[in-house]
């Protein structure tokens, strides 16, 4: 099958699914985690193993057809474009850095799905055969329909972390869902559904072959060759720019529907026949084609670079960073644009905008896609020392 018709086809299963996606938004926006109904209708779309090597069930899809399933289910929902993105987003960044062992012990099966988190590190205890972990990790997304948790660890010879050039390395570790304790941390102002609790593990062991270090890999399994893996986390950073820029869709189709039928409060003029609402909806429109064409322009430019065999270079992958913290920061802006614009039916929780302001917002502060990112990007323009790890891979 070939990337178009398979995007075609999830794609297809998104629109196919909205309405039982929206009958569930509200009972997994209150129980803050995704319904049972809406994970196991993802699991069977195969929407959680869209970066997974066909060879292990999965669509191995190109990273520009993955942001558009990733948008077309965040204009329906936030949190599950996100939860999607983000676990499928582990098979091609962190998966492939596992012996192929472990990678497939991790990994192998269309119904896998991942969560985890890297930061801060937890501690791993060298002992036979592998590790006993202690970690306490948050912002665990989709934890609780996770089949395989990675955290972030330091691993310990005595009273110190090991260490390259006097910086502790950090190793991931991945351990089975039902070995992690989930605990209740995630109240916050959005994106509430996504589930992102902290989860702990105590003194667990762990084998050998599902702990590594979190660098660029040199040797990978057979099933993680190609343009796909060697883009490794830049085709997996840009999803929060799909999720934002979905939102923001979102937002627009709400408010042209409330201009069309508002007449504001001691107003004799409805929305619809402003001149103010018509400059507004049209800078909101802009401000999200603008977002979504900066971001796959990005991404397209290194999977061509991908395709070729090369490896991205350091530009491409600033120009990757600053279209996604672009696409998340000017998707907000355009929610802020619209939010003004419906007045008060903006704050009323009976209207999906409210819902829309706070999800966006919360977004805006996630570190992949923030302003400390462009920060980050501008500090490399300058020759300047890199303040961002990431961007080593």
């Known amino acids: 099958m070939s990337s178009k018709s398979t995007v075609e086809s999830l794609l297809d299963r998104v629109r196919e699914l909205e309405p039982l996606i929206r009958e569930h938004a509200p009972k997994s926006e209150e129980s803050r985690r995704l319904s ?19 060879a292990w069930g999965g669509a191995g899809l190109d990273p520009i057809s993955f942001l558009k399933v990733v948008e077309a289910l965040a204009r329906i929902d936030a949190a599950s474009g996100w ?21 497939r012990e991790m990994s192998d099966g269309s119904h896998v799905t991942h969560a985890g988190a890297v930061n801060p590190p937890g501690r791993g205890i060298p002992v036979d055969g592998g590790y006993r972990v202690t970690a306490r990790t948050p912002f665990v997304s989709g934890c609780h329909e996770a089949s395989c948790c990675t955290l972030g660890i330091h691993i310990f010879d005595g009273n110190e972390p090991r260490s390259a050039e006097g910086e502790p390395i950090v190793y991931l570790a991945a351990v089975p869902r039902d ?11 959005g994106m509430r559904a996504t589930g992102s609790h902290d989860v702990e593990v105590e003194n667990l062991f762990v084998p050998e072959r599902r702990v590594t270090v979190m660098a660029p890999a040199e040797v990978r399994a ?31 189709e709400e408010v042209l529907e409330v201009a069309r039928r508002k007449t504001p409060a001691y107003m004799k003029v409805g929305l619809r026949d402003r001149d103010y609402v018509h400059t507004q909806i049209a800078r909101a429109r802009a401000k999200i084609g ?4 900066y971001l796959h322009q990005s991404v397209r430019d290194a999977w061509s670079t991908a395709c070729a065999g090369e490896r991205l270079d350091p530009e491409q992958k600033i120009e990757i960073q600053l279209a996604t913290s672009h696409a998340n920061l000017t998707s907000a802006e355009a929610v802020d644009v619209l939010h003004d614009v419906a007045g008060a039916t903006a704050i009323r929780n009976q209207y999906p905008l409210e819902r829309h302001f706070r999800d966006i917002h919360t977004l805006t502060q996630h570190a992949f896609g923030s302003t400390s990112r462009l920060e ?8 300047l020392e890199n303040n961002w790890g990431f961007f080593v891979f």
Do not use: Q
């Open 36 to 54: 049972p109904e809406l994970v196991n209708a993802y699991r069977r779309a195969g929407f959680y193993a869209m970066y997974r090597p066909e």
């Open 179 to 189: 070995e992690v304790r989930i605990l209740d941390t995630w109240h916050t102002l």
């Open 83 to 103: 939860n999607v993105g983000n676990a499928a987003s582990f098979d091609c960044f962190l998966v492939p850095l596992f012996s192929e062992e472990g990678a």
């Open 290 to 293: 603008a977002a979504r064409a």
């Open 376 to 383: 980050s990007s501008g500090r490399l323009m300058l020759g």
């Open 222 to 252: 057979s099933v993680h060759k190609g343009p796909l893996y060697e883009m490794s986390l830049w085709a997996a950073a840009p999803l929060i720019g799909a999720v934002t820029i979905g939102i923001a869709s979102a937002a627009l």
